[in-house]
């Protein structure tokens, strides 16, 4: 496949997966996710890679969120199937994939950004990135993964605030909830990653992948298969209407609500 939204290079024993649309800050649209599954499960199959860093092109955006303006104009049933498709072709597949995958959280970090920061096995911030889960303020929920796996890592009530609020917390705040595993300045953060990756390639491989496995399955549960019925159902009500069309035309959300 040949790759246009997104970059992949090797290094030694990593390889480099690059979100490649800086003018639209990285939004992750159909084509990007399909070029982003092809390029793990391509790393993943090369023996001598032993991790794989994710980040964003450009300094200002990790990745902004799943792109807005192609998803709209969908019904339930196709945001249903958004949903499901994006958690099996990607979310998922990076959270179990044999080979360690280290996020890059160069800037914003946002909705299904922030979703695929939180798929990854370690997430490294630069000081100047913003994470969250804005999607409550498109009359949405988050639909790939972020109801369960951000709980996971910072607990249900400190989850729950940035889920209600669609707020935005800064690399520090993220460090403090264990959102984020380090924070270092933007030019040091590929050297960091790069240094974890290091120190990862002299371990066993196949332990490596056995314990990505084992740690996966304690957090096995069904709320996945939950939110994806929750977030088709949000494309049927009016606030989903109203949250994309102010969005797009970029004023605030007036919501008709219940
Ligand atoms: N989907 C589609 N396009 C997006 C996007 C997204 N999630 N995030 C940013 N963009 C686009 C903008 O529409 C804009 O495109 P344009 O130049 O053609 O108008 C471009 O990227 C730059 O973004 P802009 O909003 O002008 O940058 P900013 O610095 O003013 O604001 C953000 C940055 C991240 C705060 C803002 O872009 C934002 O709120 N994005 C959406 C975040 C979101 O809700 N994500 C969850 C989606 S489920």
Not at 3 to 30: C, G, M
Not at 55 to 63: D, I, L, M, Y
């Amino acid at each position: 496949m040949k790759f246009e939204n997104i970059t992949y290079s090797i290094l030694d024993e990593t390889a480099y997966i690059t979100i490649d649309r800086p003018k639209k800050l990285n939004a992750l649209n159909k084509q990007t996710i399909e070029e982003l599954s092809h390029a793990f499960a391509k790393a993943d199959q090369n023996e001598s890679i032993k991790a794989i860093i994710l980040t964003g092109s450009g300094e200002k955006a990790f990745v902004a969120g799943a792109d807005i303006s192609e998803f709209a104009g969908f019904s339930p049933q196709e945001g249903a199937e958004l949903a499901q498709q994006g958690q099996e072709k990607l979310f998922d597949l990076v959270e179990k994939l044999g080979t360690p995958v280290i996020a890059a959280v160069n800037g914003f970090a946002l909705g299904g950004g922030l979703e695929l920061a939180m798929a990854c096995h370690i997430r490294v911030a630069s000081e100047n990135a913003k994470m969250g889960l804005p999607e409550t303020s498109l009359g949405l929920i988050p639909g790939y993964g972020g109801t369960q796996r951000l709980p996971q890592l910072v607990g249900k009530g400190r989850a729950l605030e940035m889920i209600l609020t669609a707020g935005m917390i800064d690399a520090h705040q993220a460090l403090q909830y264990g959102l984020v595993n380090h924070v270092v300045s933007q030019e040091e953060l590929m050297g960091f990653c790069e240094k974890i990756a290091g120190r990862i390639s002299r371990n066993s491989p196949v332990a490596i992948t056995a314990a990505i496995k084992a740690v996966n399955a304690g957090f096995n549960t069904s709320g996945y298969q939950e939110e994806i019925k929750a977030f088709g159902e949000a494309f049927g009500t009016e606030d989903f209407e109203e949250g994309t069309t102010a969005f797009l035309e970029k004023r605030k959300a007036d919501f008709p609500g219940r």
